[in-house]
């Protein structure tokens, strides 16, 4: 029996396997602990039968206008808890409070380039490819933003990829 429950502090001395993937980013504790302080409705965490860590979700909500978004920061899960549809119920619970709650207009994600099995993932979750940023990743690898629509954009605009890469220093940030 799986439990999804929102992460809390007593967490990160308890999360460091799930991040032993090497396509997984892994950050600083400060920077776990501001997401946890400012958009604590955006980090989940799965968690199986003993209190097992099986994997997290952690995102906000940014932009202005039709720019208000959820973003999801980082989305893993433990080697030997993958195939059972986790990160798909950790991504629906991202989504569903970006679309009910903030009323966000779209959700978006960044992806390496070469990590295939997550962007086949996210395609089959309803997201595109938005735009390619190039050098986005320690300044060596592509990144993919990756977007999916949600239901205060009636007319799907915010998922109408762009037509040529743009580099990190032309993303927006607030």
Not at 8 to 23: E, I, Y
Request: contains cysteine; proline residues 4%.
């Amino acid at each position: 029996m799986t439990t999804l429950r929102r992460f809390c502090c007593d967490d990160l001395l308890r999360f460091a396997s799930v991040n032993l993937d090497h396509l997984t980013e892994t950050f600083n504790m400060s920077f776990y602990m501001t997401y946890l302080a400012r958009w604590p409705d955006y980090f989940h965490v799965a968690e199986a039968p003993g209190n097992r860590i099986m994997g997290y979700i952690m995102g906000k909500v940014e932009g202005q206008g039709e720019s208000w978004h959820g973003h999801v920061t980082a989305v893993t899960v433990a080697p030997e808890f993958r195939r059972q549809q986790l990160a798909k119920k950790l991504m629906n619970l991202l989504e569903d409070i970006s679309d009910k709650i903030d009323k966000a207009y779209f959700v978006d994600l960044f992806v390496r380039a070469s990590n295939t099995p997550a962007i086949k993932m996210y395609e089959k979750l309803g997201y595109i490819v938005y735009r390619r940023v190039l050098r986005y990743y320690s300044g060596e690898e592509d990144g993919l933003d990756m977007r999916k629509a949600l239901s205060r954009d009636v007319e799907k605009k915010s998922v109408i990829p762009l037509k040529r890469p743009i580099t990190p220093d032309e993303l927006e940030y607030d």
